[in-house]
């Protein structure tokens, strides 16, 4: 049986789906002779970690509880005196999981899975990758750091995998790096990647107004509690950015053209969000009704999408032939048009749903899986 080592970092609805996964999958990877063995798991405040990390692990029972505990919204620091584990405070958190890789890394093997939402692994990231352990991340922000940690962290490709940074469960970085490893250029790529913002602007092609159209959003949970993180297009920028470096483009955040589609006067640190969804919103449909009605015109449609191409990378509005992947984008799914020399005309389709735990989770979990090859 091969034995894959992790520390988890990040227990939020990501990581604990993950730990479902993991727990519900026991006998399926029994059968492909890989075993998934869980010795640590870390929130903002605690790690909690098997007595010895070689050759102990935290058994199912306790994952779960990990879960349940988590999903009541307290730290994992409660857990101490439950079962056989130990428990170290944030001040020693970093140092402890940099001494499990340091003895794991080249001798079992170990991977960090980054499935926080936070800039502050990179640091243990970048560190881990010289010690031999594998890092997979559905965190976005230690790949859209500088160039300098982005460097770290792919300089042993066969090491890292991000696939849910992008479209979540989506095959998006496996179907680019196999078309880069063929020698295939990408010339352009043109996503969708917020399913919010799908959603939205497909409502306001209905003629919906934006305002009632982001209320109703909000109402069904496809919004960040605060819709103006959706609606700034940061999320989608990061998402851009990682595309963009993965196809050799070394550039950072600020080179990335963003378009918001709030102005800044109605920016958090003027309004509350009760005041942005009542007062600020209604004043923006005016002009999406516009350009909607101006799109369509031309037989186009908008779509809240990244395009990078040459040296552009843009994320923001732009009109899209309605009879395009793109233009027939209803809901909140992803959609990634690939263009490259093979596919030239008609692209290269990529679309489902990009988000959720379960997606998420689906796709960390097969990329753990893809590095089983490195664990002796
Ligand atoms: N949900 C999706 O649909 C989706 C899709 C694609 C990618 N992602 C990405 O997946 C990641 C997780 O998403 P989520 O929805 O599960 O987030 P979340 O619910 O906010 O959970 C984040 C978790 O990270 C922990 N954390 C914060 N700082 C940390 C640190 N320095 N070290 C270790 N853990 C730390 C938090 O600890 P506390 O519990 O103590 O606060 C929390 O357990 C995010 O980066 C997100 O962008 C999510």
Redesign the pocket.
Known sequence: MKKIALIL???????RQLLHHIVSCRSLHANQGVHLRVVGV????SLVVAPDAHPSELDDNFLLEVCRV?GDGS?LSKLSGFGACRVFPDSELTAKVFDIASHLGKSTGLAIVD????S??TEILSRVIDLGCCVIL????PLTSTMEYYDKLVSQPRQMRHE??VG?GLPIIASLNRILSSGDPVHRLVGSLSGTLGYVMSEVEDGKPLSQVVKTAKSLGYTEPDPRDDLGGMDVARKALILARLLGRRITMDSIKVESLYPDEMGPTVMSVDEFVSKGLPLLDKSICERVAKASVSGNVLRYVCVIEGTRCEVGIQELPRDSPLGRLRGSDNVLEVYTRCYNKQPLVIQGAG???DT?AAGVLADILDIQDLFP
């Open positions: 970092m990040g227990c939020g609805g990501v990581g870390c929130d903002s405040k988590k730290s499935c926080s939402a936070s502050e692994t559905a965190n976005k922000k849910s940074t979540a988000a959720g735990n998420t």
